[in-house]
């Protein structure tokens, strides 16, 4: 779920992924501190990019499933920028701004160049989850962001890869109809133009992540985009009966239309609209959420389920200026 919520969230915002230490590269849990301390100078501002890995379980053990893409297990998806991280007893905390997606070159895919050049291991052999490596250069720029995430959807999404796999004396097996959508950006209104509005990076203590700053009485605009890779509508994640929505505090947020949107087609774009209200101040946060039914084909062991992220902007609506 992680992975999709880096393909959905906007740039700016942030991801905090954490992981055990037996998973961490050894030159990486080296260089990580407490939570109360400044980031390693070395560590600052490090390229990040996420990727995504299909796994099989067999007798408690994880390990790397058969792909059926090329080049290898492991699919690039999203980069960004390293903000802060930290080990909290056995367990490494990473906190990232999400930048651009992953750019393809015309040589040789994204995927193939990962695969050559990392090995996702320790030096005991085992597999290694968060991993120091060279510059990947995968970055594209904010113009091709819609491109990037259409071609992981169209080209680098394979169904059969996007699966939960535990083999042995208790085999599951659950595929997932994926709806992938992302939040291209939250703009406000300014006469007859949208501005964009840039989330600003916050911090309490070792806790990171980026918010929105807003003024009460001003209109905003989510812009918002699915784009999935059912081909024929008979396919579509939730047989056409999911819906995405906007969940707010309706004592802080007032909204202007409708902000929600049922998977009904292969492809969409909305503008969810909503003013801060007169006299709010604080914290506060819009979520996106999907409504769709649990499960569907269960047969023993085997087992299809819809999945959908559902993220959170966080927001702080400034009390508004006298004579404003």
């Excluded at 509005?197 to 203590?205: D, E, M, R, S």
């Excluded at 906007?246 to 947020?253: H, I, R």
Aim: aromatic fraction near 10%.
């Amino acid at each position: 779920m992680d992975c999709l919520e880096a393909l959905a969230l906007p740039r700016g915002m942030v991801q905090h992924f954490r992981y055990r230490a037996k998973y961490v590269d050894e030159q990486l849990w080296g260089s990580l501190k407490t939570e109360a301390e400044e980031l390693d100078g070395n560590l600052r501002d490090l390229p990040v990019v996420v990727v995504y890995l299909f796994q099989t379980q067999t007798a408690g053990l994880w390990k790397p499933g058969d792909t059926m893409g090329p080049g290898g297990p492991y699919l690039p998806l999203r980069n960004g920028k390293l903000i802060h991280a930290f080990k909290d007893g056995g367990i490494a905390h990473f906190f990232f701004a999400l930048t651009g997606y992953v750019a393809e070159d015309d040589k040789a895919s994204a995927r193939v160049s990962l695969n050559e050049k990392i090995k996702f291991q320790l030096a005991s052999s085992k597999p290694s989850y968060a991993h120091l490596s060279e510059a990947l250069g995968f970055e594209a720029s904010k113009e091709k962001d819609t491109d990037g995430f259409q071609s992981i959807v169209d080209v680098g999404y394979i169904a059969g890869e996007w699966r939960t796999r535990s083999l042995g004396s208790a085999p599951l097996d659950v595929t997932y109809d994926i709806i992938f959508y992302r939040v291209t950006g939250l703009f406000r209104e300014d006469n007859t133009n949208l501005v964009e509005v840039a989330p600003k990076q916050k911090a309490v203590q070792g806790c990171s992540f980026g918010e929105y700053e807003l003024e009460p009485e001003s209109t905003y605009h989510i812009r918002f985009v699915t784009h999935l890779a059912a081909r024929v509508p008979a396919y579509l994640p939730g047989n056409g009966r999911a819906k995405l929505k906007l969940a707010f505090d309706p004592s802080v947020v007032a909204t202007l239309g409708p902000t929600g949107l049922r998977i009904s087609s292969l492809y969409n774009l909305e503008y969810w609209s909503f003013v801060p209200r007169a006299g709010s101040s604080g914290r506060s946060v819009l979520s996106v959420v999907c409504e769709h039914d649990t499960a569907s084909n269960q047969d023993d062991f085997m087992r299809k389920e819809l999945l959908c992220p559902e993220i959170s902007l966080s927001l702080w609506i400034s009390p508004r200026a006298e004579g404003k």
